[in-house]
């Protein structure tokens, strides 16, 4: 089966029911399986800042990986300060106390520090948005999940304009259009039947979460392209790494918490 199948078939058959179960978790479970999204996702960037030529230090990052989004789901503002302060001051004593402290200090600390605050601190805006009700979450995967693939079955076939050439070869503008039409379009549908928002901020709301998820789709691009690898892992047939997957969520779910907690 070629990769676009397995793509295909991933993203129609196997994705959306393990989501959807995940969802449903009670507020605990859910958590837990945002942790492990969390983990695994630390340990493909850690794999990729290494192809980059950084050695980051793995005990202060997974340190951080776990405490900042358990601050985060306990709601205890000590505890997360205390976390971020902890893990700033681990990474730079480690490095400090390690065999070669003046060899590649600031790339060293820089990647273990971006390792933190890159999938576990804005992954935890997914708890932070199940908060505030879980079809928030369901209208997140459903506005990124039809964005994206709007753009690629529209980009491939009428894909002519590139987007950013130097960061992303294949993406295109016509893509790029098509993302909107699709994830806004199922913005506005869900929201109609599902939660009691009016239009305007269901519009206002889609298109702020699908250009986010452009963007987070160009910086994974950016990342994988300064590491020179194709996919960030294998673990997802036809869609390559865990990263390759949710880089549009990463930086949509902090964009829809913070719109629907401010404007709605």
Not at 4 to 16: C, F, H, S, V
Not at 58 to 78: E, H, K, M, Q
């Amino acid at each position: 089966m070629g990769d676009r199948n397995k793509r295909i078939l991933t993203a129609l058959i196997a994705i959306p029911p393990i989501i959807a179960y995940i969802i449903y978790f009670d507020d605990f479970g859910f958590f837990l399986a945002v942790l492990l999204l969390i983990l695994l996702s630390v340990r493909e960037f850690v794999a990729m800042l290494e192809c980059a030529g950084i050695k980051v230090m793995n005990w202060p990052a997974y340190f951080g990986s776990i405490c900042l989004p358990y601050g985060i789901y306990t709601a205890d503002v000590r505890f997360f300060s205390g976390a971020l302060l902890l893990t700033a001051v681990f990474t730079m004593s480690f490095k400090l106390f390690s065999e070669e402290p003046l060899k590649d200090t600031f790339d060293s600390i820089g990647g273990t520090l971006i390792t933190v605050l890159y999938a576990p601190l804005m992954f935890s805006f997914l708890v932070l948005l199940r908060k505030l009700g879980v079809h928030y979450i369901f209208l997140l995967c459903i506005l990124i999940w039809m964005s994206d693939t709007a753009a690629y079955f529209i980009g491939c076939r009428f894909g002519r304009t590139k987007l950013y050439e130097k960061i992303s070869p294949k993406k295109s503008v016509e893509g790029a259009v098509a993302a909107y039409a699709g994830g806004v379009g199922a913005g506005l549908v869900y929201c109609s039947f599902f939660l009691d928002i009016s239009m305007a901020h269901a519009a206002a709301a889609s298109t702020f979460v699908v250009t986010a998820g452009i963007v987070g789709d160009l910086v994974e691009s950016m990342f994988k392209r300064r590491a020179k690898i194709k996919d960030s892992g294998s673990l997802i047939p036809g869609h390559g790494g865990i990263l390759d997957r949710v880089d549009s969520l990463l930086f949509g779910a902090p964009v829809l918490y913070l719109y629907i907690s401010y404007f709605v």
